[in-house]
C-alpha cells in the first residue's frame, strides 16, 4: 500500500463550480499535512496546510479526518487559473526530512 | 519572502560531461533539499542537508554529488549522467526548528535536465 494515496483524476470542472477530492495516507501517528499545487512543468508550491479542526483560504477549504485517515481539499467557484496538479503531502513525525507525496489530483477547469 | 533560487532553469549535457546544478535561498532555512522529479510523478528525495551536513542520502547514484558550501547554497555535481537522469532537479529549504517535524517545505523552480 503507497503511504499517501490520491485519485489522480482528471476531474473536469466547469468553471465557476465546485470540485472536492481526496487523499488518504497510512501513517496513522502523522502529525503534518500539507496541499500543494503543481502547474505544469513547474514547481510544487505550497497551497495550504491542513490543520485538525480544519482551515479556509479563500476559495479553498482543506479537512482533515483522522480516524478514517484522509484529508481533503474543496474548491469554490472554481477558476480557470486553478487548473493544475494538487499534491498531498504528508510529514511522517517518525521520519523527520523525508516528505510523503501522493501522485497528485489533476484538475481542469473548463470554460 | 519564500523564495528558492536555482540555476539554471535548463541544462542539456553529454554523458562524458561534468557539471552543476546551484539553489539558493536566504530566508535563513538550515535545512535543504535536492529531489528529482520525472513527468507526471511526484518529487522524489535524493538528499538532505541539516546545518550543512549531509544527513539524508536516498542511495542515489555517485554520478550524484550533492555538496552544501554554506547554509545559503546548495550544489549538486553531475558526471557522467545516463539518459535515464534526464528529470526536473528541485530544491528545496525548511528553517529546520525545533517544531521540524511539522515543518514544510519551500521549492525553488528546478532545473530541467536533458542527459544526451
Known amino acids: 500500500r503507497k503511504e499517501v494515496e490520491q485519485d489522480p483524476g482528471p476531474f473536469n470542472v466547469p468553471e465557476g463550480a465546485t470540485v472536492a477530492f481526496n487523499c488518504t495516507y497510512s501513517n496513522s501517528a502523522s502529525q503534518s499535512f500539507f496541499w500543494y499545487r503543481q502547474d505544469c512543468r513547474k514547481e510544487p508550491k505550497l497551497l495550504m496546510s491542513?490543520?485538525?479542526s480544519g482551515n479556509e483560504d479563500g476559495r479553498f477549504t482543506a479537512q482533515l479526518n483522522r480516524a478514517s485517515q484522509y484529508i481533503s481539499l474543496l474548491i469554490r467557484d472554481s477558476k480557470l487559473s486553478d487548473s493544475a496538479t494538487y499534491l498531498c503531502?504528508?510529514?511522517?513525525?517518525?521520519?523527520?526530512?523525508?516528505?510523503?507525496f501522493g501522485a497528485g489530483t489533476q484538475v481542469v477547469v473548463t470554460p | 519572502d519564500t523564495e528558492v533560487t536555482q540555476t539554471p532553469k535548463h541544462l542539456v549535457m553529454g554523458m562524458t560531461n561534468k557539471k552543476s546544478l546551484k539553489c539558493e535561498q536566504h530566508?535563513?532555512?538550515?535545512?535543504m533539499y535536492w529531489y528529482k522529479q520525472k513527468a507526471k510523478k511526484p518529487p522524489e528525495l535524493m538528499f538532505v542537508?541539516?546545518?550543512?551536513?549531509?544527513?539524508i542520502n536516498e542511495s542515489v547514484p555517485s554520478r550524484f554529488s550533492p555538496e552544501c558550501p554554506n547554509s545559503s547554497l546548495l550544489n549538486l555535481h553531475l558526471h557522467a549522467l545516463q539518459p535515464e537522469d534526464s528529470a526536473l532537479y528541485l530544491c528545496?529549504?525548511?528553517?529546520?526548528?525545533?517544531?521540524?517535524?511539522?515543518?514544510?517545505?519551500?521549492f525553488g523552480p528546478g532545473t530541467r535536465l536533458l542527459v544526451l
Open positions: 528545496a529549504s525548511s528553517p529546520y526548528t525545533s517544531g521540524r517535524l511539522k515543518e514544510t517545505q519551500y
Open positions: 530566508m535563513g532555512h538550515r535545512a
Open positions: 491542513v490543520y485538525s
Open positions: 542537508y541539516s546545518y550543512e551536513k549531509l544527513s
Open positions: 503531502v504528508v510529514n511522517p513525525t517518525d521520519s523527520w526530512g523525508k516528505l510523503q
